[in-house]
């Protein structure tokens, strides 16, 4: 490149070169870097234009769902995956249990609630019958409610001792567990309050085995 100017020399005829501002920049791609979004929806294909009815609107919403056959035979899949998931549940894989079931410390507790019989698995039937007398002869209110008050606290007093029988043993066979005594204690009394059959997941042991 010459520079302009009286200073020049050579040919005066010569026209003098003008930088090119194009030339000082660098080569690229020559437009932006597409965004992440406009990508993907190149490569999805073109977008179906919006509906312009009603009735446009919902032929798309029918046509997405597929036909009424196709859904019969989803929701039946979808009924039997779940009954897997529950039947598999309820005879205690670990995959399948809930959060507060898993684990070899929460099996240990319900097999130390389901070797025995609870005073507390009665708390609910003999409520709604002492409540149904109650109902029918009111003359007979007091003597209910004082039956009732009696039943809570002998079943608070059995409460009390599963769960500290269900600590000792938990500490003895998992003494780095990490759950707190209260936490086992009430799983315990919950679990024994319920009927036998109602439990879930099934008891694994029956009544009177050694645990």
């Known amino acids: 490149m010459k520079l302009l100017g009286r200073g020049n020399t050579g040919n005066s005829d010569q026209p003098a070169e003008v930088p090119d501002d194009q030339s000082t920049k660098s080569t690229g791609k020559g437009r932006p870097t597409p965004k992440r979004s406009e990508a993907e929806a190149r490569r999805r294909g073109p977008v179906a234009p919006a509906p312009l009815t009603a009735k446009e609107a919902r032929a798309r919403r029918k046509a997405a769902r597929g036909t009424k056959e196709d859904r019969k035979v989803a929701s039946t899949e979808r009924r039997e995956a779940a009954a897997d998931r529950r039947a598999r549940m309820l005879a205690g894989e670990e995959k399948y249990l809930l959060p507060r079931d898993k684990g070899p410390v929460r099996g240990l507790v319900r097999d130390i609630v389901d070797s ?65 005594g209260f936490k086992l204690g009430w799983y315990a009394f919950v679990r024994a309050s319920q009927l036998r059959r109602m439990r879930a997941p099934k008891p694994r042991v029956d009544v009177g085995s050694a645990v």
Request: glycine share 4%.
């Open 116 to 180: 025995r019989r609870h005073l507390l698995g009665l708390f609910m039937p003999l409520a709604l019958v002492l409540i149904m007398s109650m109902l029918a002869v009111p003359a007979v209110q007091s003597v209910i409610t004082l039956t009732m008050v009696v039943m809570m606290a002998f079943m608070a007093a059995e409460g009390i001792l599963l769960g500290r029988r269900v600590n000792n043993r938990v500490r003895e066979k998992y003494p780095d567990s990490t759950d707190t």
